[in-house]
């Protein structure tokens, strides 16, 4: 619809960004999800392979490799990998590239978080991914929805992980549960923030994109650091209310 000076009026022009906002965000949060889907069926699949006997817990000579072998640490450093590939590459990969990049590195997730059902109960683990879930949603909608400019609050989010991330080094070396407690807390406090945070900075950075391979790359990468942030709520959660085997 135009005025008689042939633009399209205010209303119209704000119903074309709403909608594409929403087609925008829905895309994020189809890939997060699929993502989560793929990690969860990935760690099921590692942890059948891996486990011969739950009574006694007897594993496979796959398991052994997996959980206790080099293919453990070729897991992890393949992880992190994919991440560093993904955040500072994915400008120069086209939209199946970094879709692909997304899904190897949520399969190796899977297959790295197969561990968490030798630690944990099987009933403990559902419960906590749901109680993830409802945290995860109500703190992303709020993100979404909140007028409030959040910006002023990266920094210290950011400075809140770095020292959770030394201090949960150390804490390596320390076995202090009291300590493991305590960054329990605080990675449920930070990753809540950060999910937020990372919401409303995935909205406005539909704002400042365009082009259709531009906005398909950011949705991949949106996808990925809620992704990421659901993946460490779920496991300070874990560690705090998770049933030990």
């Known amino acids: 619809m135009s005025d008689f000076r042939g633009y399209p009026q205010a ?19 189809n890939y997060m999800a699929g993502g989560l889907a793929l990690t969860g069926a990935s760690a099921i699949g590692t942890y059948n392979m891996a486990v011969a006997s739950e009574q006694p817990l007897t594993l496979t000579a796959f398991g ?3 959980f206790h072998g080099p293919l453990m640490w070729v897991l992890i450093i393949a992880s992190l990998g994919l991440v560093m590939f993904l955040s500072f590459g994915i400008q120069r990969m ?8 997304f899904w190897a590195y949520a399969a190796l997730m899977g297959m790295s978080f197969a561990s968490l059902g030798l630690v944990y109960t099987h009933g403990s683990i559902a419960r906590v991914f749901f109680i993830t879930a409802a945290t995860f949603a109500s703190t992303s909608l709020y993100g979404y ?3 409030r400019d959040m910006t002023g609050f990266g920094s210290f989010l950011f400075m809140g992980l770095i020292g959770l991330i030394i201090a949960s080094v150390v804490n390596i070396f320390l076995q202090s549960s009291a300590m493991n407690f305590a960054l329990s ?18 909205k406005t950075m539909y704002y400042s994109t365009s082009g259709e391979a531009s906005l398909g790359k950011a949705a991949i990468m949106g996808a990925l650091r ?20």
Not at 226 to 245: A, H
Request: hydrophobic residues 45%; charged residues 15%.
């Open 11 to 29: 209303g119209a022009r704000s119903t074309g960004i709403d909608q594409g906002l929403r087609a925008y965000m829905q895309k994020v949060y």
């Open 64 to 66: 052994n490799t997996v």
């Open 94 to 101: 086209s939209v199946g590239t970094a879709q692909l990049g």
């Open 145 to 147: 929805t909140t007028k």
């Open 185 to 202: 807390v605080i990675g449920v406090l930070l990753f809540t923030g950060l999910t937020a945070w990372d919401t409303q900075q995935i």
């Open 226 to 245: 809620l992704y990421l942030d659901f993946i460490n709520l779920f496991l300070s959660l874990l560690r705090l209310f998770g049933d030990r085997r």
